[in-house]
């Protein structure tokens, strides 16, 4: 047993090595069952060379026999000395309990518990008082609401129709009508109508970034499961093409929802087939010959013609699709593609992780690698693509590169993530926008309404200070309206050194593209009067705010690529998580930037610092972002907005902020929640059972979730 146990030891634990793992961990960092010794670092480990004096080895051939025995004896006894006590204290240290972590500041904040409030709490809008009211203003818990059980939600849910502009006489006197879109080839299976309440959670909890009003989007309903996602086929059975999931469910009043909405049997759904279908029955909105420019009179029968956009799902060979993500991608189908006469194609855009497979050379293992990889019903929405491809398409060599953290390769997912989707919009240029979506992202809430409001509003926007504003999180309760926070935001800029981004920047460079005429500022920044820009297209949302990592300790912010190193590195910014809407200007600079000039940078760096170094107008949109506590606002504003130095950025070492909100890569809070909305235990929390015996299931506002990375959980 013995020999056993020493054969096993690796002997790097009985040496008094101590590993620093830095907070920031790279994306997809993988442990090897704890230890830092693997059989890779095991490799990397450099033994001692043989020590001067060996060559008077031979010196010990001319001892006698005895003394060879004795001294290989003692030598073994000695040994075995240090190896069972360093086996001891490797053992003593293994079942040493680890130190206490030092507490965050966040982790000591009153713990917010307004979010589970159920639909038997449903107040008008008008009636609600959010639970931060009665935290700051020290009223008791006790006296927050009611928390109760209930026999059925007071109010009754409602169809949500955010498309009521198509059927205006003023869009249809400029634009061709939306011709309705079926499921079937028949036209007989209607899309469904998803279904909110109107009112909210009585003391649920406010968004403490972001706010709905500023976008346009409803604050006035929430959403539970059943009126989501019941007409995608949760809460009914898989015999009647449903998913089921809902067994153990919380469901008192559901069936008000469930009586208003047939059943549709998914089983026979071929999304891509139904998208084509969809777009040809419209195809008179997008003719690029019968159009009318912007603000033109339409006359003649000419039509406005409608701008389409490509909404594109970012998987791989081997993601595992869970029920609710067929869920989630069945309602973005519909909602953006169907319902609005095919103004967006979603996509799947697939990796390929084995490069070996020869999908390029032979059209049938394209296929069955296609249908090994995806769910039947999104077939005819996939496209492959591969790394091998990648370095292909756009070849090295990048040159003089600035620093590489990982490690990684540059036509890797790890840091090329941003070329396969500068491919596809090369092979798809019938879009002039493309979103760059998440597996891991969920919405509560309806994805037309988001994407129309978000964009309208960054259409909107104008330039002056644009990049400044982005650069910071827009808190309501503290800032005030946007118009204060935008004269905040004026006056910081006027103290702030740097100056305002305004137009092309400028820097010291080896060979640039041209940057577009029309980016180039009309007028000084001082005499415009927040007048350039208004009415453009955005050619970059993001839903971090748009920073600069040379202020900040953000682990990739020097990842650059070909430019040359005898100029200071570029100016750069970068918004974490590569989600973003990026327009067909943006795609195409970026592109040629890529194979033409060799150019290229971390994924989320290098399509804001192509906004930032051409001109192009790139926006954060203040979307609504909750926390599970309740921050003092003057120290948020500080952590998050204003860091005394770059080791205290929240992107970066003081990204533990972070973990409480419900949009972050690094988020904890996101995926509890969006499982405690589903009806299960997370934490030992929540559940049927609880949902049951106090306030019912629970109602959400629409909020956008990251990341996601599992779904179930208990039900009890």
Request: hydrophobic letters at 30%.
């Amino acid at each position: 047993m013995r020999s056993t146990i020493f054969r096993n030891m690796n002997p790097l634990k009985l040496l008094p090595i101590r590993t620093n793992v830095p907070y920031e961990r790279l994306p997809g960092y993988e442990s090897n069952n704890g230890s830092p010794f693997s059989a890779v670092s095991l490799k990397k480990y450099r033994w001692r060379s043989p020590s001067p004096g060996a060559e008077r080895f031979p010196a010990l051939v001319r001892m006698s026999l005895s003394r060879l025995i004795m001294l290989a004896v003692t030598a073994f006894l000695c040994v075995g000395l240090v190896a069972v006590g360093g086996y001891r204290g490797h053992q003593r240290m293994k079942h040493k309990p680890a130190p206490v972590r030092e507490a965050y500041p966040w982790e000591s904040f009153t713990r917010l518990d307004g979010f589970y409030n159920g639909v038997g709490t449903l107040v008008p809008k008008s009636e609600w008082t959010p639970e931060q009211h009665h935290l700051r203003e020290n009223i008791t818990v006790a006296d927050k609401g009611p928390r109760k059980p209930t026999s059925a939600p007071p109010l009754d849910p409602i169809a949500f129709d955010p498309y009521a502009e198509y059927k205006s006489d003023k869009y249809l006197q400029d634009h061709h009508p939306v011709h309705e879109c079926f499921l079937d080839a028949n036209d007989r299976v209607r899309t469904p109508d998803v279904y909110a309440y109107p009112g909210l959670p009585q003391n649920s909890s406010e968004a403490s970034f972001g706010s709905y009003d500023v976008l346009g989007i409803r604050d006035d309903v929430c959403w539970e499961r059943f009126g989501r996602f019941g007409p995608y086929g949760y809460g009914y059975d898989r015999e009647e093409g449903g998913l089921g999931l809902a067994e153990k469910s919380e469901k008192v009043g559901s069936g008000k929802v469930r009586k208003q909405q047939p059943k549709v049997d998914y089983r026979k759904i071929n999304w891509g087939e139904v998208q084509r279908r969809c777009v040809a029955k419209n195809k008179d909105r997008f003719d690029q010959n019968k159009t009318v420019a912007a603000g033109e009179k339409a006359e003649k029968g000419l039509k406005k013609r409608v701008a389409r956009q490509a909404y594109i799902l970012r998987a791989y060979t081997g993601y595992k699709y869970d029920d609710h993500q067929l869920l989630t991608m069945r309602a973005m189908i519909t909602e953006l593609s169907l319902k609005t006469g095919g103004e967006y194609d979603v996509h799947l855009l697939v990796q390929v992780r084995d490069d070996s497979i020869p999908i390029w050379t032979d059209k049938e293992i394209y296929r069955k690698t296609l249908e090994e990889s995806v769910p039947e019903e999104f077939w005819g929405i996939a496209t492959l693509w591969s790394e091998g491809l990648m370095r292909l398409y756009y070849p090295a060599p990048f040159p003089d590169n600035f620093d590489n953290p990982s490690g990684q390769p540059i036509h890797g997912v790890y840091r090329g993530a941003h070329f396969p989707l500068f491919w596809f919009a090369q092979q798809h240029p019938e879009y002039e926008h493309y979103w760059n979506w998440e597996m891991d992202l969920r919405y509560t809430g309806h994805y037309y309404e988001f994407n129309k409001h978000i964009t309208e509003w960054a259409k909107n926007q104008p330039r002056k200070g644009i990049w400044e504003r982005s650069a910071r999180y827009y808190m309501p309760e503290l800032h005030g309206s946007w118009a204060d926070f935008q004269k905040l935001v004026e006056q910081e800029t006027y103290q702030d050194p740097d100056g305002p981004v305004w137009g092309p920047v400028k820097f010291p460079n080896s060979g640039m593209l041209p940057s577009p005429n029309a980016t180039k500022p009309p007028t000084t920044y001082l005499e415009d009067n927040y007048e350039w820009g208004v009415g453009e297209d955005a050619d970059l949302i993001t839903f971090n705010p748009l920073f600069d990592p040379a202020k900040t300790n953000w682990v990739f912010r020097d990842d650059v690529d070909g430019f040359s190193r005898q100029h200071p590195i570029p100016p750069r910014r970068v918004a974490i998580i590569t989600v973003s809407r990026l327009s067909k200007r943006l795609l195409d600079l970026a592109h040629k930037e890529t194979y033409k000039m060799r150019h290229t940078m971390f994924p989320e760096m290098w399509p804001p610092t192509i906004a930032l170094h051409h001109g192009l107008k790139a926006v954060y949109v203040p979307h609504p972002v909750y926390f599970d506590r309740l921050w003092p606002l003057e120290y948020m504003d500080q952590i998050f907005n204003k860091p005394e130095k770059p080791t205290e950025s929240v992107f970066g070492w003081g990204e533990h902020n972070q973990l409480g909100s419900s949009f972050y890569y690094n988020s904890g809070f996101a995926g509890a929640l969006w499982r405690r909305w589903f009806g299960y235990r997370e934490n030992k929390e929540g559940g049927s059972w609880v949902e049951l015996t106090t306030t019912g299931r629970l109602c959400l506002r629409s909020t956008l979730l990251h990341p996601i990375k599992f779904e179930r959980g208990p039900t009890e």
